[in-house]
Structure formats: structure tokens, C-alpha cells
């Protein structure tokens, strides 16, 4: 019933710029938290950030300056901009919404994941 789409990954230079979206859609009543994880091979998912329904943010140490995460609650959809990557930005970059549907508690939901990957 509840969806999330991503979309905008891809190949970049190191130092390019890159931006992934992610829009929830379906009988959904509220969205609260949402957020960017990442997975390189062999590696853990992570958080890369996040932002609260009132638009708080944080951010893992590796991306604080470079990326920024915003939502437009109109849209249910939540933007990761990415700025002067590098290569260890390389990942599969996946989205996470804590949202309430019609006839469901609130849950966790995931994107199915977008690949970005920086290289020359």
C-alpha cells in the first residue's frame, strides 16, 4: 500500500554533484521521520541523514558539509542534495520514511535503492 520511490542516482566525478529523491506514496495519513541510509559492498547500511517532520536534521560525520536533506511534506517526498563527492560516497543509497497509513500502525518503511556511484 505504501510506497517509496527513489530516483536520480548515477555516475559522478569526484568533487560533481548529485541529487536522489524519494517520494512516498498510497493511503498515507502521516510521515514522520525520514532519512537517507547507504550500503557499500561488504559494508553495513548506514545513516547518511535525516530530517523530522518539523525539519530537523542531522548528518553523519563523513557527509556534514557536503550533503543536505529536505522534504517537502506536500509531496511526502524527501530530497538528498550532494555536493563535492567523493569516492567513498560510493553506495547504494536507500530511503526511509516512518509513516501512518490507512488501516496500519505506524511503520518503517524502505526505497528499493538507487545507486550512486562516484568515479573518474
Known amino acids: 500500500q505504501v510506497q517509496l520511490v527513489e530516483s536520480g542516482g548515477g555516475l559522478v566525478q569526484p568533487g560533481g554533484s548529485l541529487r536522489v529523491s524519494c517520494a512516498a506514496s498510497?493511503?498515507?495519513?502521516?510521515?514522520?521521520?525520514m532519512g537517507w541510509y547507504r550500503q557499500a559492498p561488504g559494508k553495513q547500511r548506514d545513516l547518511v541523514a535525516g530530517i523530522t517532520s518539523s525539519g530537523t536534521t542531522n548528518y553523519a560525520d563523513s557527509v556534514k558539509g557536503r550533503f543536505t536533506i529536505s522534504r517537502d511534506n506536500a509531496k511526502n517526498t524527501v530530497y538528498l542534495q550532494m555536493n563535492s563527492l567523493k569516492p567513498e560516497d560510493t553506495a547504494v543509497y536507500y530511503c526511509n520514511a516512518g509513516i501512518k497509513a490507512a488501516g496500519s500502525p505506524a511503520s518503517d518503511y524502505w526505497g528499493q535503492g538507487t545507486q550512486v556511484t562516484v568515479s573518474s
Open positions: 498510497g493511503s498515507i495519513f502521516s510521515v514522520y521521520f
